[in-house]
């Protein structure tokens, strides 16, 4: 079935530091690639997404690129702030096949910026 | 206006007990879920809806029942709870089965 695998956390980073947080998948056809966002005591948000291979996904300075030759979505961030602190979550999911509307998560990496 | 609501936010219950955790959204999607999150953060789908009708349903035990009155509500039902049903209970909604959901901000279900 699908899977999606993010690096392990946490990850300690100081403010204005670069981020990186590699997140690969196994998929069969052509999945869409998403990052959501959780911070403490809140729901999941949709981060930024990616629905076709070379697609880049960009919001509030983050980015990732769909990259279906070593299938991989890593979200990067050039500077990150301590409201950037949060669990970051890689998601995919496909319109057909056995798991036809799954949104499928990886693990969940937790991020912690210092001032 | 909130996008996906779901309630109670938190519920803490006995052993044994019933419970129900509702779930609305207004954003006119037609595709609704049940994912549960446990201690490590671990995200994993229980049921979807597509218009009304059961899409998936995952290996959840008989205890679990969804139910979808219409394309905005879909509850969910937990009958004797046990200890190991502790965790949070997060609603979500998409357009459809291929786009991104979005979610609810989540039950935290304490069952002592």
């Known amino acids: 079935g699908d899977s999606v695998t993010q690096m392990e956390g946490p990850v300690t980073l100081s403010e204005e530091a670069f981020l990186t947080i590699n997140c690969t998948y196994t998929a069969t056809g052509y999945p869409s690639l998403f990052w959501y966002v959780q911070y403490p005591g809140e729901g999941l948000q949709l981060l930024l997404k990616?629905?076709?291979?070379?697609d880049k996904g960009s919001n509030k300075g983050f980015e990732a690129t769909y990259r279906k030759e070593t299938t991989s979505f890593h979200l990067e961030k050039g500077s990150v702030q301590v409201s950037d602190s949060a669990v970051y979550f890689c998601a995919l999911i496909r319109a057909g096949g056995t798991s036809y509307g799954k949104l499928t998560f990886g693990q969940g990496t937790i991020l912690t910026v210092h001032p | 206006d909130t996008a996906v609501s779901q309630t109670p936010k938190y519920l803490v219950t006995q052993m044994g007990n019933d419970k129900s955790i509702k779930c609305e959204q207004n954003l006119g999607h037609d595709t609704m879920y049940w994912y549960k999150q446990d201690s490590k953060k671990f995200l994993k789908i229980m049921f979807s809806?597509?218009?009304?009708?059961?899409?998936i349903n995952e290996t959840v035990p008989n205890r679990f029942s969804p139910k979808s009155p219409d394309k905005a509500h879909l509850n969910l039902h937990i009958n004797s709870l046990e200890l190991g049903d502790s965790a949070v209970y997060f609603c979500a909604s998409s357009q459809d089965v291929s786009t991104e959901a979005f979610f609810g901000q989540g039950t935290r279900l304490t069952v002592v």
């Open positions: 990616a629905t076709k291979a070379d």
């Open positions: 809806y597509n218009n009304k009708e059961l899409i």
